[in-house]
């Protein structure tokens, strides 16, 4: 009897693409059942034992002095347990977003709870209304922020170089660009259920992060780590917004630590709207010139971060393309509203909009094609291959309008096509573990504490150790999103999947490595190697071993099997990921309306975990983009500061009505190893989208989204 040698791997590799029978297949997600049905517990669903709701009070200004807060007529409501002022009287509060909260109150049922919060009373000094850029830039305007209202300059490039390019160009243009506040609009808003008794804590919270929120919760609950348990069973997006426990979950805690009762506190849609983190605006005067020859020769620009009292994101220009001289100054103009915070791809939509409006406008100006222009100044070849995808599944080749703007019809319809190209980074970084554990029984578990925000991670916690040892995709239970579990990595920069694959395969494939090596030392006979496949396991070599999965469980005896791993740089995809996208639109001439009529996306991603849920993901980043082209924007009153924008009535997105044919295409030629994509999906379509309105009929927008009056003053139609 011999140890099993040949069969043993150094390296937990990943198996060429062909062998695979789960990984790189289209699987249905292991929870979906659960959430069509409603099985899925989310945190607004928990429901506990003596459980109170809790409501925060919020200004519905931007900026005053709070001389009075009255919670008495709060305390009279029937079945209001709770109700205490968040400030002191005579603070000021300086912005709208979570600096506005004044109060909170909990009561038995949620009703009470909005009944109390509606109940409190506040006497107010409003204080100047800074809420757009010009307000904050006007001399003599009051500081928003304890910086001032202009952040730090940051410069990239020579001005020189810059300007000496600019008169060596043959065609230039000088425009302004601009975009809004875009909110992620998450399904489930913040907020958290904190389950204490004094000595321990459960929170159930709707987090991205749910190992670094043990930590965040036990201070705020003056607790231990280890006596703090986060779950996230299932959440409603988050986008980037849902990191930390924020001003709604340290609430959550100190009225848990007052009433010693679990409390549900989660923030109802306008409060969402008004403190829940947004994707910040942009402004840009740019100068930008091309040589006869297509070269981008240069581009100078000056640029505004709109991120209210945060900083707001920009990555600079020419972002994705090359250009022989540049000088790009930008800043953050503060304005008294809610944060920016991360939101898919942080910056790059807004570069991505201005970048290729620009490459749009000096292509027409040479009269060049835009597909063209845009490859000579692209210098990885993949973005050439990604842009003649696009083109051929969009129908660029039978086009009529290549070179100029199109013309309507005799109905005022006209059908343009443009294009825009998408970057992100790939990879992963350390911090995730798995368990994988096969129990004498047969069952199999895989264990991460990592969060799914609704981009199939469940799944593919489970098919990677099916994968290994051949079995379905249900014959693994997947368990994550609880802070008791292997530790996870927080879902942002598209890192999740590049984290958290590699350390399921280490674990997968150490489980597998310690059962054969149990096995081998229980058959008679030499052992070379095992075969897992079809639910069966079987040796070569001399010994005549072919039983089922589960009857070489049985032979473990009352001792399972258990692999804890940890990330593994070599399973995951390094360096840039790469897209592109192309949109076809009919505009109606006389309305202004756009209609989108086709959008097309290729993503570069490595080895996909599951073709559905890739192809998902990347139409899923296309529609928010056509969302945010067409129709999002943040809108307050100039004048009083009010949000006017602060429900899904007022605040516009995509609907059924908008969502036009869809096609996502897997690039099969990157063969690296694992990696996540979410984000690139998100960057260029509202770029393309511009774009296909002008090579439609010659309205060229400059501002999003690209409203019906938009496009009829374009067009000259409006005065």
Same mark, same amino acid.
């Given at each position: 009897m011999s140890a099993n040698k040949s069969n043993r791997r150094a390296d937990p590799a990943w198996k060429p693409r062909s062998e695979m029978k789960?990984?790189?297949?289209?699987?249905?997600?292991?929870?979906?059942?659960?959430?069509?049905?409603?099985?899925?517990? !989310? &945190?607004? +669903?928990?429901?506990?034992?003596?459980? $109170?709701? %809790?409501?925060?009070?919020?200004?519905?200004?931007?900026? *005053?002095?709070?001389?009075?807060?009255?919670?008495?007529?709060?305390?009279?409501?029937?079945?209001?347990?709770?109700?205490?002022?968040?400030?002191?009287?005579?603070?000021?509060?300086? !912005? &709208?977003? +979570?600096?506005?909260?004044?109060?909170? $109150?909990? %009561?038995?049922?949620?009703?009470?709870?909005?009944?109390? *919060?509606?109940?409190?009373?506040?006497?107010?000094?409003?204080?100047p209304v800074l809420v757009t850029r010009l307000q904050s830039l006007a001399p003599g305007a009051a500081e928003v922020t304890s910086d001032g209202n202009v952040g730090r300059l940051r410069e990239q490039g020579d001005e020189e170089d810059a300007v000496l390019g600019l008169s060596e160009s043959d065609v230039l243009i000088e425009e302004t660009y601009e975009l809004p506040i875009q909110h992620h609009l998450c399904l489930e808003t913040h907020g958290c259920v904190v389950d204490y008794d004094g000595e321990q804590a459960t929170v159930y919270a709707s987090t991205q992060a749910v190992t670094s929120n043990q930590g965040e919760f036990a201070q705020l609950l003056d607790?231990?780590?280890?006596?703090?348990?986060?779950?996230?069973?299932?959440?409603?997006?988050?986008?980037?917004?849902?990191?930390?426990?924020?001003?709604?979950?340290?609430?959550?805690c100190t009225i848990a630590k007052q009433l010693k009762r679990p409390v549900h506190l989660l923030l109802d849609r306008p409060q969402e709207f008004q403190m829940g983190g947004n994707r910040s605006g942009t402004h840009a005067r740019v100068k930008a010139g091309a040589t006869a020859d297509g070269t981008l020769r240069v581009i100078q620009a000056e640029v505004d971060r709109l991120g209210g009292v945060g900083g707001g994101s920009f990555p600079g220009l020419p972002y994705i393309y090359e250009a022989e001289a540049r000088h790009v100054k930008d800043r953050s103009v503060h304005t008294a509203s809610d944060s920016s915070r991360a939101m898919r791809a942080p910056g790059h939509p807004q570069a991505s909009f201005i970048m290729e409006s620009v490459m749009d406008e000096l292509a027409y100006g040479l009269a060049m094609d835009p597909l063209e222009f845009r490859k000579r100044n692209l210098g990885d070849d993949v973005w050439h291959r990604h842009l003649d995808t696009v083109a051929q599944e969009i129908g660029w080749a039978a086009h009529p309008n290549k070179t100029a703007a199109g013309a309507p019809d005799d109905d005022g319809m006209a059908e343009g096509i443009g294009f825009a190209v998408a970057t992100w980074g790939a990879g992963g970084r350390r911090g995730a573990e798995c368990e994988v554990r096969l129990n004498p029984d047969g069952s199999v578990t895989s264990s991460c504490a990592v969060q799914d925000l609704g981009t199939g991670a469940r799944t593919y916690v489970a098919a990677i150790p099916a994968e290994e040892f051949g079995l379905p995709l249900d014959a693994v239970t997947a368990r994550i999103g609880d802070s008791s579990l292997p530790p996870g990595v927080g879902s942002g920069g598209s890192v999740t999947t590049g984290s958290v694959a590699p350390a399921v395969k280490a674990a997968a494939h150490g489980a597998r490595e310690a059962m054969e090596k149990r096995l081998a030392e229980a058959i008679p006979g030499d052992v070379d190697g095992f075969v897992w496949a079809d639910g069966r396991v079987r040796s070569t070599g001399g010994a005549d071993f072919d039983v089922s999965f589960r009857e070489a469980c049985a032979m473990l005896g009352t001792q399972p099997v258990a692999v804890t791993a940890g990330h593994d740089r070599s399973l995951q995809a390094r360096g840039q990921l790469h897209g592109a996208q192309a949109v076809r639109v009919r505009v109606d001439t006389w309305t202004?309306?756009?209609?989108?009529?086709?959008?097309?996306?290729?993503?570069?991603?490595?080895?996909?975990?599951?073709?559905?849920?890739?192809?998902?993901?990347?139409?899923?980043?296309?529609?928010?983009?056509?969302?945010?082209?067409?129709?999002?924007?943040?809108?307050?009153?100039?004048?009083?500061?009010?949000l006017l924008t602060d429900n899904m009535e007022t605040y516009r997105v995509a609907g059924t009505k908008e969502i036009p044919e869809l096609v996502a295409i897997i690039d099969d030629e990157d063969d690296r190893p694992v990696t996540g994509m979410a984000e690139a999906p998100v960057i260029p379509g509202q770029s393309a989208l511009s774009n296909a309105i002008y090579n439609a009929c010659g309205a060229r927008l400059r501002a999003v989204p690209f409203t019906p009056d938009r496009v009829l003053a374009a067009l000259g139609l409006l005065s």
């Open positions: 789960l990984i790189n297949t289209a699987m249905r997600r292991v929870d979906g059942p659960d959430k069509v049905t409603g099985r899925a517990m !989310y &945190s607004a +669903d928990m429901r506990l034992p003596n459980m $109170v709701y %809790a409501r925060l009070v919020l200004l519905q200004v931007p900026r *005053a002095v709070v001389e009075k807060i009255d919670v008495s007529r709060a305390l009279e409501v029937e079945g209001c347990v709770l109700a205490q002022p968040y400030v002191e009287a005579g603070t000021e509060v300086l !912005y &709208s977003g +979570d600096d506005s909260v004044v109060a909170y $109150v909990a %009561a038995e049922t949620e009703e009470a709870a909005e009944d109390a *919060a509606r109940a409190v009373r506040l006497t107010l000094m409003p204080g607790l231990p780590s280890d006596k703090v348990r986060i779950v996230t069973e299932h959440m409603g997006g988050g986008f980037g917004a849902k990191f930390g426990a924020g001003v709604e979950g340290g609430i959550a202004g309306r756009v209609q989108v009529v086709k959008m097309v996306a290729i993503q570069d991603q490595g080895l996909p975990m599951n073709r559905m849920a890739l192809e998902s993901q990347i139409k899923g980043g296309m529609i928010q983009a056509l969302s945010y082209g067409l129709l999002e924007e943040r809108v307050f009153d100039n004048e009083h500061g009010w």
